[in-house]
């Protein structure tokens, strides 16, 4: 499984049979003076694991998978890449063109390459991630994984914005929606859990990490998410602003005089908690505010409303709800951020349990009350696995069209 960004690579190694991990890693500043490459060896137990971290230069994208392959060689993971089943690369950004994974050919790059309009920090770099890997092992089948993919279920009612009509036609102007690996990854462990078809199951999932949103899955089927056509709306994450009135930013740009680039800067970057409080980081957030801080308490106060603001409206979408999903690094940690989310919710069948809450467990776990009519869940997401399974069903649903 592989994540390319704009300056790093990170990877996981799969056994494709057991989907056991056998090797992670990451190559980080990719361009820079000094590059750092931290690569993990998993063996059978915990204790097993081994960490090797190096610094040197590492000039691109290309000297990044040498440099990858290089010590999983030397780790014995793997002694030549013809031994790989496929690569798996997420890709943030499939537009309306992908609505499941795909094995990549030069149509699909060029099509991922239309699409960066949309995604013009990201499908870059993943496209630059694929090309080199299809260079770098020409023999290994390549697949791509959207994280849009999920979303693409979304009726016209709920993925249209209220504007003229032509500018969905002709700019594809419309939500589409992200982390759909991620949600998409949590309803299904959710419906096992709950011993549900996924066809039968309605969730609402929050994958609360320095990015955020919120879905609402019916029949297994997402029906509407708060990211949209791109990922600064609906939540309040860590430096964007998420739900806005649109005015404000013709006001500012009229009273400021402030350029569309520094407006963007300031609703992706300066905005959110970090906007509210000064920190983008959750639990400095919740440890300044449990020690009395008022503006990280205001800012976890405006965190945890926008996200019950938005509950309370997919409940209404939904009418039956079978679990509340938390997921992400947040979602997965902060009980504070749990407790005043669902702090009131109890009449809707939301109300957690203190203790439950406070639990130091790890792994998916309940936290409703005992007489809760639905679950809320805690479940750890994993989008390297997620794309691990999908790029193997891309495999087995290719070999059985053979
Ligand atoms: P990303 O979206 O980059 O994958 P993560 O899902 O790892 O991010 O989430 C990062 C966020 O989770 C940060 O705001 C971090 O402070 C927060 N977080 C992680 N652990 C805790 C914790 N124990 N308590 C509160 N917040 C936490």
């Not at 993943?126 to 890997?133: D, F, K, R, S």
């Not at 979303?151 to 009509?165: D, F, G, K, W």
């Not at 991620?182 to 320095?210: C, M, P, Q, W, Y």
């Amino acid at each position: 499984m592989l994540n390319s960004g704009s300056s790093s690579i990170k990877y996981q190694l799969f056994d494709m049979d057991s989907l056991a991990v056998l090797a992670s890693g990451m190559v980080e500043r990719i361009g820079e003076a000094q590059g750092h490459i931290i690569h993990k060896v998993r063996g059978s137990g915990s204790e097993d694991e081994k960490t090797i971290r190096r610094s040197l230069p590492v000039a691109d994208h290309r000297q990044g998978f040498e440099l990858m392959g290089q010590i999983l060689s030397e780790t014995g993971a793997i002694r030549h890449t013809s031994e790989l089943a496929a690569m798996g690369h997420r890709v943030v950004h499939g537009g309306e063109k992908f609505q499941a994974p795909v094995i990549i050919t030069e149509e699909v790059m060029e099509t991922i390459r239309g699409l960066i309009p949309l995604a013009p920090l990201h499908n870059p770099a993943n496209l630059t991630g694929i090309q080199v890997a299809r260079e770098y092992a020409p023999e290994v089948r390549q697949v791509a994984v959207f994280d849009t993919a999920f979303h693409q279920t979304i009726p016209e009612h709920a993925y249209l914005y209220a504007l003229p009509r032509s500018l969905y036609e002709k700019l594809q102007v419309r939500r589409y929606g992200f982390h759909g690996t991620s949600h998409f990854f949590v309803a299904k462990e959710a419906a096992v859990h709950l011993g549900r078809d996924f066809s039968d199951t309605n969730l609402i999932t929050l994958h609360l990490g320095n990015g955020a949103s919120i879905a609402a899955i019916k029949n297994g089927r997402c029906v509407d998410t708060s990211m949209g056509m791109t990922p600064l709306a609906g939540l309040i994450m860590g430096t964007r602003c998420g739900d806005l009135d649109p005015a404000i930013i013709f006001y500012l740009a009229r009273e400021t005089g402030m350029g569309l680039q520094e407006l963007d800067a300031l609703l992706n970057h300066d905005s959110g908690l970090k906007g509210i409080c000064g920190d983008n980081d959750m639990r400095r957030i919740t440890e300044c505010a449990a020690q009395g801080d008022v503006h990280a308490e205001l800012a976890l106060d405006m965190f945890c409303y926008r996200i019950r603001k938005y509950i309370g409206s997919y409940l209404a979408v939904l009418g039956r709800v079978d679990a509340l999903v938390f997921t992400g690094g947040i979602g997965e940690n902060a009980a504070i951020v749990r407790e005043k989310v669902c702090f009131g919710l109890a009449a809707l069948g939301m109300g957690i349990a203190r203790e439950k809450n406070l639990a130091a467990t790890k792994g998916l776990r309940e936290l409703q009350q005992d007489d809760g009519p639905l679950k809320v869940l805690v479940i750890p997401t994993n989008e390297e696995l997620e794309i691990a399974r999908q790029t193997i069903d891309v495999l087995l649903r290719r070999a059985s069209c053979d």
